[in-house]
Structures are given as structure tokens and as C-alpha cells.
């Protein structure tokens, strides 16, 4: 079975910002260990039925644009930092991407017209800064059932431009029936699997609550002869985090540290040590550290939280 590369990727999913970013923003990727990020250009669509993608424009922030990208990963790389460039899809108003469906065959043609122009400009820029993974798509479940050989064509074309390893960024609840993975160098799963229903789940409820999905994820792997990736990883600061760990909602104000830390540290024991398991990028880290996360910030940030010490102490040991 093809194993993972011996050093884990130890990564941080990078959000774009409005602005530049220089040395401030990146030592804190670097003191946390961290050794790889994942730069995050953006394109859009107005809604679940519309084929057009906007991106790489003006009226975007300038990390979700190509030079954007490009600037972020220069800083990146002054500190050693590997990079995978991961562009992704924001429905209008935060639909879910993994229901992008289009309601006629001309429409569906668009958006492949559409998403090819739009992931092959980061390709293009992955091999321009000569990132080492590119990830082509990020939970597009329907899409990706809907297009099988639109899909299989497209990873064909990017090979033409990319020659660094690839990958997908499958949901965690999809990743089992995405049909590509043999022609991709890694099994990519944004990794929010319910682990736990308690309210602060201790880091033996959520490895019990692993065993399960880890045996479905090994076989997968097992399958197609890949290592796992985690695309990204991570669980709020609140009371419940591992229960449906996917949940954004501004809705849940509670504030719990210690579930967070329980859960982060849980996968980490259950998944760093495993030789068909490449690593993960932890969701989400921001480029001002020192004005994000801490004690009133219950967001998925591991930023000035404790978990943040927890991923410290995994990655510099790694």
C-alpha cells in the first residue's frame, strides 16, 4: 500500500485577507510549527443554479485573487512554509457548495466551461510558485456525481500545466464515493465527522467516536492506494463541537475551550501516527494573529485559544 510521506504535512488553512501580507503575519505560522499552508483564492456564484464563476477581479479582496495568491505564498516560502493552493467556491449567502447543480445540460456545460477557466488559473499560478499540492475542487459533491467525465477530463488537463501532486477536497460524508481518486496523489477529506454528542467530549469519547469512520477512511485508502489527506480539520470553540462538528452558525454562543481541545487532540492520537495518513490543515487560521481568536471567540480559530498549544505540541513533535 503506498505510504504517506514520513513528514507530516502539518499545515494551516490560510484565509485570505483584503490586504498584503509580510513578516508579522507569518512568524505565527511558524511558531505553531506549522510546515505547510493552504492558500485559499475564492471565485463565486450568485446561486446554486447559476454556471458563471466569478473570480480572480477587482472588487475581490486581494488574497482571493491570483496575485493575491501569488504574494501570500512568496511570504510563505521566506519562512520555509510548503504551500497547497486550494482555490474555492463561495455560494452567495453561504449555500452549500456540495449542492451546486445546474438545471439544463447548456447550463451544466457553462459552469465546466467556467470552473475549468477558473481552476486552471491556479494551476497555472501552482506552477508558476511551484506549490507542492494542488487541490482542484472543495466539497462539489453534486457536481462531481452529476460530471464524472468532465471531472476525470479536467484532472487530465491540469496534469498538462501542474506537476505537483493533487489532490481533491472531498466532504466528509462524500469523500467514499468520489470517483477520481486514482488519479490523484492523495485522498482529500475535510475531515468534520460527528465524534461525540456530550457536551465537553473528552479526548477518549472522541477516539472512541473515531473508530468507525477511521476504519471506512483506511479502507478507502486501502481501495485506491493513496494516503489520506485531511483538507481541513477542526472544531469550535463551543459546547457540543464534536457532535456536528460541520456547523458554522453564528446561532451557537456558547464558549468552550476544553471540548475543542479534547477533540483536536483525539484526532491527532488517532490519525498523526498512522503511515497511510499524510496530515491535515487545521480550519482556519487568519493572517492578523494577534487580533483573532482568544477567551471570547467560540469560531472554529485555534488562534490565542488553548487548542492553539495543543497543534503546537503535535506539529513540533512531527
Known amino acids: 500500500m503506498s505510504k504517506a510521506p514520513s513528514e507530516k504535512i502539518n499545515g494551516v488553512s490560510f484565509v485570505a485577507a483584503r490586504e498584503a ?27 446554486l443554479d447559476h454556471p458563471e464563476i466569478i473570480h480572480n477581479t477587482d472588487r475581490q479582496w486581494f488574497g482571493e485573487t491570483r496575485s493575491g495568491g501569488k504574494q501570500y505564498i512568496e511570504e ?49 499560478l501552482a506552477q508558476e510558485t511551484k506549490a507542492e499540492i494542488l487541490c482542484i475542487g472543495t466539497e462539489l459533491e453534486n457536481f462531481v456525481k452529476a460530471r464524472p467525465d468532465y471531472w ?35 485522498i482529500g477529506v475535510d475531515a468534520y465527522f460527528p465524534v461525540s454528542n456530550n457536551q465537553t467530549p473528552s479526548v477518549a469519547d472522541c477516539k472512541a467516536g473515531w473508530q ?51 477533540a483536536t487532540q483525539a484526532l491527532f492520537e488517532e490519525f498523526w501516527n498512522e503511515d497511510w495518513f499524510a496530515g491535515g490543515f487545521i480550519w482556519k487560521w487568519f493572517h492578523a494573529h494577534d487580533k483573532v481568536g482568544g477567551d471570547k471567540d467560540n469560531q472554529f480559530t485555534p488562534q490565542n485559544k488553548p487548542v492553539e498549544f495543543v497543534i503546537q505540541s503535535f506539529y513540533k513533535s512531527k
Open 152 to 186: 476525470h477530463d479536467l484532472i487530465t488537463k491540469i496534469k498538462t500545466i501542474y506537476k505537483g501532486k493533487l489532490t481533491y477536497a472531498a466532504n466528509w460524508d462524500e469523500f467514499k464515493r468520489t470517483p477520481f481518486w486514482g488519479a490523484l496523489d492523495f
Open 212 to 262: 468507525a469512520h477511521k476504519t471506512v477512511i483506511k479502507s478507502v485508502s486501502e481501495k485506491y492506494d493513496r494516503p489520506v489527506l485531511f483538507t481541513e480539520y477542526g472544531y469550535r470553540s463551543v459546547d457540543f463541537t464534536g457532535k456536528e462538528p460541520w456547523v458554522s452558525s453564528r446561532s451557537m454562543t456558547s464558549l468552550n475551550f476544553d471540548g475543542q481541545s479534547n
Open 21 to 47: 501580507i509580510e513578516d508579522r503575519h507569518t512568524n505565527p505560522v511558524v511558531n505553531v510549527g506549522a510546515n505547510y499552508a493552504a492558500i485559499m483564492p475564492f471565485g463565486f456564484l450568485k446561486n
Open 76 to 124: 510563505l516560502r521566506k519562512k520555509n512554509i510548503k504551500i497547497m493552493v486550494k482555490p474555492q467556491i463561495w455560494v452567495w449567502n453561504g449555500e452549500f457548495t456540495g449542492l451546486i447543480t445546474m438545471t439544463n445540460e447548456e447550463n451544466w456545460k457553462d459552469l465546466e466551461n467556467s470552473y475549468t477557466s477558473f481552476i486552471m488559473e491556479y494551476a497555472e
